[in-house]
């Protein structure tokens, strides 16, 4: 058991700070006048997304194999030689995330309204970006260490439970937050059921192509909703 967490700790541990350096770095950066500004949290995101992206591409090409050695950085899967300490770490962490989550869902309600507001309200905004922030960015490192990189089920998710419980920006974020995780789950699982299903010559399809190309469509059908609703 301690051979497995001294492997979970060698292969998320590395990860998790290298997670934490990008987050210090878009959080820095994300700022105006003092607080989180989500466009410019976006745009910082897009662009250090960018950067990353080359230096994977560079480890990819020095790795010993060349892309058959790194395909494991571009798109995630689920394989079996996942250690259970592993497991136990991301797990720690993904609960410790749905915890802060669950608890902030009152303040989450409340900055739904204007800054100003939300702050007569007793809500520090700066203060509950910066926390979700770094708790997101956490559960990503987990996920990402565990997995690697499977895409879109933070992004779409979230939008499908909101769509579910009626669309409306009144549904309590404490349930969206348990929702979206269970929702997340079930995408993953029904995803790699999927990939099972599909037999390749070169091998078992990766997990993030089923992902990627789901949440994709449903991603354009919402955008495509939105701007029917704003009459765009």
């Given at each position: 058991?301690s051979?497995?967490y001294?492997?979970?700790?060698?292969h998320a541990g590395?990860?998790?700070?290298?997670?934490?350096?990008v987050?210090?770095i878009?959080?820095?950066?994300?700022q105006?006048?003092?607080?989180?500004?989500?466009?410019?949290?976006?745009?910082?995101?897009?662009v250090?997304?960018?950067m990353c992206?080359a230096?994977?591409?560079?480890v990819?090409?020095?790795l010993?194999?060349g892309a058959?050695?790194?395909?494991?950085l571009l798109?995630?899967?689920?394989t079996?030689?996942?250690q259970?300490?592993q497991?136990?770490?991301g797990?720690?962490?993904?609960?410790?995330?749905l915890a802060i989550?669950?608890?902030?869902?009152?303040?989450?309600?409340?900055a739904?309204?204007a800054?100003?507001?939300?702050s007569s309200?007793?809500?520090?905004?700066?203060?509950?970006?910066?926390?979700l922030?770094?708790?997101?960015g956490?559960?990503?490192?987990a996920a990402?260490?565990?997995a690697g990189?499977i895409g879109?089920?933070?992004?779409?998710?979230p939008?499908?439970?909101?769509?579910?419980a009626?669309?409306?920006?009144?549904v309590a974020?404490r349930?969206?937050?348990?929702?979206s995780?269970?929702a997340g789950?079930a995408?993953?699982v029904?995803?790699?059921?999927?990939?099972k299903?599909?037999y390749l010559?070169?091998?078992r399809?990766p997990?993030g192509?089923i992902?990627?190309?789901?949440?994709?469509?449903?991603?354009?059908g919402l955008l495509?909703?939105?701007?029917?609703?704003?009459g765009v």
């Amino acid at each position: 058991t301690s051979l497995g967490y001294g492997r979970a700790s060698w292969h998320a541990g590395p990860a998790l700070v290298g997670a934490m350096a990008v987050l210090a770095i878009v959080y820095a950066l994300g700022q105006r006048r003092g607080l989180i500004d989500p466009v410019s949290l976006i745009l910082v995101g897009v662009v250090v997304s960018i950067m990353c992206g080359a230096a994977t591409m560079l480890v990819q090409h020095m790795l010993p194999g060349g892309a058959m050695g790194a395909q494991w950085l571009l798109v995630g899967s689920l394989t079996d030689d996942v250690q259970w300490g592993q497991i136990a770490m991301g797990a720690a962490v993904a609960l410790a995330g749905l915890a802060i989550g669950v608890s902030a869902g009152p303040a989450m309600d409340a900055a739904t309204l204007a800054d100003d507001e939300a702050s007569s309200v007793g809500v520090r905004i700066g203060r509950l970006r910066a926390v979700l922030f770094v708790a997101a960015g956490a559960m990503t490192a987990a996920a990402v260490a565990i997995a690697g990189p499977i895409g879109f089920v933070g992004l779409i998710c979230p939008h499908v439970v909101r769509l579910m419980a009626g669309g409306s920006a009144a549904v309590a974020h404490r349930w969206l937050v348990i929702g979206s995780a269970l929702a997340g789950a079930a995408l993953i699982v029904g995803a790699d059921a999927a990939v099972k299903m599909v037999y390749l010559d070169t091998g078992r399809m990766p997990l993030g192509v089923i992902t990627t190309v789901v949440g994709g469509v449903v991603f354009l059908g919402l955008l495509r909703r939105e701007g029917r609703a704003m009459g765009v």
